[in-house]
């Protein structure tokens, strides 16, 4: 869900609910249980006319909505998101987990100011989630708030209880390239890597650094084990084939283009790849 221009290729951003890969929040089994039964009742409802009884609590209404909600934003609608997570807030004005995800959708549709909103709202509730410190500087490295973004990571990473840290790690890299602390970028991805290994993201922006430090080499082999997991993944298909065609592989470049704009034609890269390749045509 979640991208970052990153350092020439658009490097997914990672967060705290699992959005890395490009993606919508990954939902635990009863984040799922809930919302595939809220959407039973509601289809239930809108063909039989029957209205199913509400839940005993407010909070638990807010769960479901909030789930509901999670699983329109993994299905690429925020705006019917953010209808259900207003439900959830109506049901429990301190239900935190709402406004995190309210602070994603509201992203999404490029409303920052809406999204900062309730992504502070999230963070004054649970001032330590470490998923709503990871979300919310991912938020600012998008803004281009790189060092209030490094602050809120850097207490994200320091949780240890923080279930998926490889996410902020990788984001607080993004921010350190931002503020031009290569180092310092390197050392948060090392630390990411570290924490898993070959992890696609933390290396494909590896591999930027080291294609712009002149390490063609090692840029490519990072490259090749980002595409081994991610074969379709058009920010490092659209690197390889340059670093390729900088090495006069041409037509082996000319096919990592060709890949990138299949895997996607109108994203940032594959529009890159589609020039690229009428000039080399």
């Known amino acids: 869900m979640k991208k970052l221009l ?3 290729i658009g490097v997914l951003l990672l967060s705290g609910c699992g959005l890395f890969g490009g993606k919508e929040p990954a939902l635990t089994p009863d984040q799922q249980m809930a919302a595939f039964i809220a959407h039973e009742h509601k289809t239930s409802a809108s063909s039989s006319g029957f209205k199913p009884a ?12 909030t789930s509901l909600g999670s699983a329109y934003l993994q ?15 109506a049901d ?7 406004y995190n995800v309210m602070g994603l959708a509201y992203e999404q549709l490029q409303q920052n100011e809406l999204a900062r909103s309730a992504f502070r709202r999230a963070l004054s509730m649970d001032a330590k989630n470490p998923e709503y410190l990871n979300n919310y500087g991912a938020f600012l490295v998008n803004s281009g708030s790189y060092a209030e973004a490094v602050v809120e990571l850097k207490r994200a990473t320091a949780d240890p209880l923080y279930s998926t840290p490889q996410f902020a790690w990788t984001n607080l890299a993004q921010a350190y390239v931002g503020l031009k ?19 696609p993201p933390a290396l494909q922006m590896l591999a930027e650094l080291d294609f712009k430090d002149g390490k063609a080499d090692a840029a490519f082999a990072q490259l090749q084990v980002v595409l081994a997991q991610e074969p379709d993944n058009a920010g490092a298909l659209l690197l390889a084939g340059q670093i390729a065609a ?21 994203s940032a890269a594959g529009k890159q790849a589609q ?7």
């Not at 429990?92 to 709402?98: F, G, I, L, T, V």
């Open 6 to 8: 990153g350092l020439g």
């Open 92 to 98: 429990n004005n301190n239900y935190a987990d709402a």
């Open 54 to 65: 509400p839940a005993n609590t407010g909070k638990a209404k807010a769960g479901i909505y």
């Open 275 to 281: 020039q690229l390749l009428l000039q080399d045509g």
């Open 181 to 199: 602390e290569l180092p310092a970028a390197r050392n948060a991805l090392n630390r990411a890597l570290y924490l898993v290994p070959n992890y």
């Open 75 to 89: 299905d690429g609608h925020p705006r019917q998101a953010i209808r259900e997570l207003q439900l959830a807030i």
């Open 246 to 266: 900088q090495q006069g592989r041409t037509t082996q470049a000319q096919s990592l283009w060709r890949r990138c704009v299949t895997a996607s034609p109108y």
